[in-house]
């Protein structure tokens, strides 16, 4: 087993990665086990792969464990879900000795960790990710939250877990598309803060039969533990997290939820955002083909019937801008990120013709 330290102080907590790890979840949580009720929220075809063997491991080996599942989708994060859990946790008679896993991937964490972070003012929970995304970034970090009317994620907390539990396994059960297009944000760890990394990740996807998605997740996890330790509440490296998130989102919000996989629109927006950083006079061109050659393995979708304004609108709409200042992240070379709060609207808007 490989464990990474995020180091928070009293809140630090550990990453393990290990192949088979789910089934030896019993005596990993044992000396967590005091007798109290542990709540798995997950969606239920999760359950069913996944979730009830864990369910009854557990219970065989003395834990106290029952399950809340939710639907599958962003519509989970929603007020009437959070609500309905909130309920059903009090119906199960659950208190502040409960401990919740959470299995799923980014919207199951959310959700989760946002529930622990204010049921009776706060409670323990695991995360146990199972899709690349999840493993890579949203697990870690403790970013939890909810969507409203107005918009993504803007009901939330920092809230963080007391472990994250790592299967790479899971990934051979899900799409292939679906982990290829997670890759975007594995990218996005080696261009923001390991070179070699993005040169092996280009490496690797030059035959991604044999791509060691183990070893990937490994170092994107590092990665980001070292980050979160730095900067818990994104006060400036944490920012750098966000490459490739400023066009990525707003294709997302443009293109509609669902009709683009949130890794691609950051592969994508990465693509944008390395435009942005050569023509601004940070990275060199050579540097910028090399990052494009890099993304471009990923065969991304075509996406030509964007309009500038409304991405810029977008853009103007998102959390990253604070006092009306956008903090737009570039790369001064590859392996390092910077922000810079002066990029030009019309650079933004220009840059999207790499993607079309
Ligand atoms: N997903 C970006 C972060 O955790 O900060």
């Given at each position: 087993?490989?464990?990474?330290?995020?180091?928070?102080?009293?809140?630090?907590?550990?990453?393990?990665?290990?192949?088979?790890?789910?089934?030896?979840?019993?005596?990993?949580?044992?000396?967590?086990?005091?007798?109290?009720?542990?709540?798995?929220?997950?969606?239920?075809?999760?359950?069913?792969?996944?979730?009830?063997?864990?369910m009854s491991d557990l219970n065989e080996a003395g834990f106290k464990c029952d399950y809340i599942t939710l639907p599958v989708g962003e519509a989970a994060k929603s007020m009437n879900e959070f609500s309905?859990?909130?309920?059903?946790?009090?119906?199960?008679?659950?208190?502040?000795?409960?401990?919740?896993?959470?299995?799923?991937?980014?919207?199951?964490?959310?959700?989760?960790?946002?529930?622990a972070s204010s049921f009776m003012r706060g409670i323990q929970y695991y995360q146990i990710p199972t899709t690349l995304l999840a493993m890579v970034d949203s697990s870690i970090g403790g970013k939890t939250g909810i969507n409203i009317a107005e918009g993504k994620n803007l009901v939330g907390s920092i809230y963080q877990p007391q472990g994250v539990l790592i299967d790479p396994d899971i990934l051979d059960s899900l799409p292939r598309e679906e982990v290829i297009a997670g890759l975007g944000e594995v990218?996005?760890?080696?261009?923001?803060?390991?070179?070699?990394?993005?040169?092996?990740?280009?490496?690797?996807?030059?035959?991604?039969?044999?791509?060691?998605?183990?070893?990937?997740?490994?170092?994107?996890?590092?990665?980001?533990?070292?980050?979160?330790?730095?900067?818990?509440?994104?006060?400036?490296?944490?920012?750098?997290?966000?490459?490739?998130?400023?066009?990525?989102?707003?294709?997302?919000?443009?293109?509609?939820?669902?009709?683009?996989?949130?890794?691609?629109?950051?592969?994508?927006?990465?693509?944008?955002a390395g435009w942005v950083s050569s023509k601004m006079g940070f990275m060199s061109v050579d540097e910028n083909i090399s990052l494009t050659n890099t993304i471009d393995k990923l065969s991304l979708p075509h996406v030509s019937k964007v309009d500038p304004n409304t991405i810029l609108s977008y853009v103007k709409k998102d959390k990253k801008m604070r006092n009306g200042i956008l903090h737009f992240v570039v790369l001064n070379t590859l392996g390092e990120g910077n922000t810079c709060d002066s990029v030009p609207d019309n650079l933004i808007k220009e840059s999207l013709k790499v993607i079309q």
């Open positions: 087993m490989k464990t990474i330290q995020v180091q928070l102080g009293e809140r630090s907590y550990s990453i393990n990665v290990e192949s088979g790890i789910l089934r030896k979840l019993p005596s990993i949580l044992s000396g967590q086990n005091h007798g109290q009720k542990w709540i798995i929220i997950s969606q239920y075809n999760l359950m069913e792969l996944i979730g009830f063997g864990l309905r859990i909130i309920s059903q946790l009090i119906e199960m008679k659950c208190d502040r000795s409960t401990t919740i896993l959470s299995l799923g991937g980014g919207v199951v964490g959310d959700v989760s960790g946002f529930v990218i996005k760890y080696g261009a923001i803060h390991d070179e070699k990394f993005l040169n092996n990740i280009s490496e690797w996807l030059d035959d991604i039969d044999s791509f060691p998605f183990a070893k990937a997740v490994l170092r994107a996890c590092e990665i980001k533990a070292e980050i979160v330790s730095l900067d818990e509440h994104e006060g400036g490296l944490r920012k750098l997290l966000n490459f490739g998130h400023t066009v990525g989102h707003a294709l997302e919000a443009h293109l509609g939820y669902g009709k683009i996989r949130h890794g691609e629109a950051v592969a994508l927006g990465m693509k944008c």
